[in-house]
């Protein structure tokens, strides 16, 4: 639900991976990502070919399964930044890959003629803004050494994509460095990169019809203020949050192992009731509060990008003793 690029991305390339595999496997070939091609012969529509579909099996699944965990970006974003941030990683990574290419075999002697094929470098770039906008969460340990985060997945099925093909490194490198170019607020690409609105809306009139799914009726509303979309939205989706409450109930069951096990509802009441004019009537006497630790200016900020108030983040870092991961989670909570 809120996601009809990320289900088109789903679909279509992958259905037609699956029938150009099995069933029309003589027309593969104007699907290969042929770089002698396109150099010499100036084939530049195997640039828009080569890129989009994946003949390899494995290719198509395990980008399939990153889309799949990616589309909380379209869900934060909206469609239109979303598909900007894909056309713009996409056409950037094309640039980039010939680049590669080239300095690979000045550097090296190799002559790569064709790569992968596929939509896979805006799939590498999604690990920018995964990286560094996504909370890193911990769910488990292995061997009481090894963290298990709400992100490993995502991480063990780029590595498993990352080598699936012996040249697939220089559509990752691309790929990540498209995203760090879409994303930086210095170089302006996303400014310049971007679906124009009325393309967006033609597209939202046509094709988001066809894609859309229907909202799930089992599913309560709750508030969320992860960023400014979602607020706007007022849901997330059933899996993320039932994840985040087994989370919190596990970071409860460790700190009342600990012996300091915080309770929120004591320290202060959930924040939607905040301005609430009975909130004065139950407020916890000052001699059950501990003294107010310090904050870490660096850590209110990183809250405050995700769409929280300033007032907001101090109180949750100073209440989980400026535990980043604990305070965020109590945050997407209340």
Known sequence: DKAPLSKSLLLV?????????????????????????????????RLL??????????????????????????????????????????????????LLVEITQYIFGITINSLPSGFLGPV???????????????????????????????????????????????LALSGLISGICYNSSILKVHRILCVPRWVAKILSWTLEPVFSSAEPTNEVR??????????????????????MMSQVAQMRRQRQQQGGMINWNRLFPPLRHRHNANY???????????????????????????????????????????DLNVATNFLLQH
């Open 222 to 243: 709750v508030g969320m203020g992860a960023t400014v979309d979602i607020q706007r939205q007022q849901r997330m989706e059933l899996l993320d949050r039932q994840i």
């Open 49 to 98: 070919c080569g890129r989009a579909i994946c003949l390899d099996l494995k290719d198509t699944f395990c980008s399939s399964l990153l889309i799949y965990n990616f589309r909380i970006f379209e869900r934060r974003y909206g469609s239109r930044k979303f598909s900007s941030f894909l056309l713009g990683t996409w056409m950037l990574s094309a640039l980039f890959d010939l």
């Open 280 to 322: 004065q009537d139950h407020r916890p006497s000052e001699q059950g509060i501990p003294p107010p630790t310090e904050v870490s200016e660096e850590q209110v900020a990183r809250l405050m990008e995700m769409g929280f108030s300033r007032g907001d983040a101090l109180e949750a870092l100073r209440a989980s003793n400026n």
């Open 124 to 170: 590498f770039a999604l690990f920018v803004p995964f990286y560094s906008s996504i909370p890193r969460v911990q769910v488990t340990q292995v061997l009481g050494h090894f963290s298990i985060t709400n992100k490993s997945l995502v991480y063990i099925l780029g590595l498993q994509l990352l080598t699936s093909g012996s040249y697939i490194w220089i």
């Open 13 to 45: 390339p992958s259905a037609t991976s699956i029938l150009l595999t099995l069933l029309f496997q003589h027309y593969q070939k104007f699907f290969a990502y042929n770089l002698q091609a396109v150099k010499e012969d100036f084939q530049i529509w």
